[in-house]
């Protein structure tokens, strides 16, 4: 038997849609003895691994000059909320030549109108099956003057 048949992964409803190059703000649950807080860590995502349980993104951020990347499992109920604050066109999987690179060299190019990366994949396969346009809306009516 194997191990992936036993496993049930439950998603975590709170991470959406997300890629390299996305700038995040991640909530984490932290456990510091017997107390619990939220804790926020904002940067840019530089690589996204799937691979069933062990599916995570690394996130990494520039504080006081220090680069801090941190990763966080997807099937983690540790991650409370991830917000997307802005995407970003690349063309890699993996960035990590950011991490030679100074904050203002750092930045990525933004993508503009497109919400999410299911929503382009939607509005790319509506492109390509248009509906026929109603006859009545396309013909204005004529007044006989």
Same mark, same amino acid.
Request: hydrophobic residues 40%; aromatic residues 4%.
């Given at each position: 038997?194997?191990?992936?048949?036993v496993?049930?992964?439950?998603?975590? %409803?709170?991470?959406?849609?997300? @890629?390299? @190059?996305?700038? /995040?703000?991640?909530?984490?649950?932290?456990?510091?003895?017997?107390?619990?807080?939220?804790?926020? *860590?904002?940067?840019?995502?530089?690589?996204?691994?799937?691979?069933?349980?062990g599916?995570? *993104?690394?996130?990494?951020?520039?504080?006081? @000059? /220090?680069?801090?990347?941190?990763? *966080? %499992? *997807?099937?983690?109920?540790? /991650?409370?909320?991830?917000?997307?604050?802005?995407?970003?066109?690349v063309?890699?999987?993996?960035?990590?030549?950011?991490?030679?690179?100074?904050?203002?060299?750092?930045?990525?190019?933004?993508?503009?109108? /497109?919400?999410?990366?299911?929503?382009?994949?939607?509005?790319?396969?509506?492109?390509?099956? %248009?509906?026929?346009?109603?006859?009545?809306?396309?013909?204005?009516?004529?007044?006989?003057?």
């Amino acid at each position: 038997m194997d191990i992936r048949q036993v496993q049930v992964l439950v998603p975590n %409803p709170n991470i959406p849609d997300i @890629g390299p @190059g996305d700038t /995040v703000q991640v909530t984490a649950k932290v456990v510091e003895g017997d107390r619990v807080r939220l804790q926020m *860590f904002r940067g840019t995502i530089i690589r996204v691994r799937p691979g069933g349980a062990g599916a995570s *993104f690394t996130v990494r951020r520039l504080s006081q @000059g /220090v680069g801090v990347e941190r990763t *966080f %499992p *997807f099937h983690s109920a540790t /991650v409370q909320k991830v917000e997307v604050l802005r995407r970003a066109k690349v063309r890699r999987a993996s960035l990590y030549y950011l991490r030679g690179l100074s904050r203002k060299a750092s930045r990525l190019k933004e993508r503009r109108g /497109v919400a999410g990366r299911a929503e382009a994949a939607e509005e790319v396969a509506g492109a390509e099956s %248009p509906e026929a346009p109603d006859a009545a809306a396309v013909a204005p009516e004529t007044s006989g003057a």
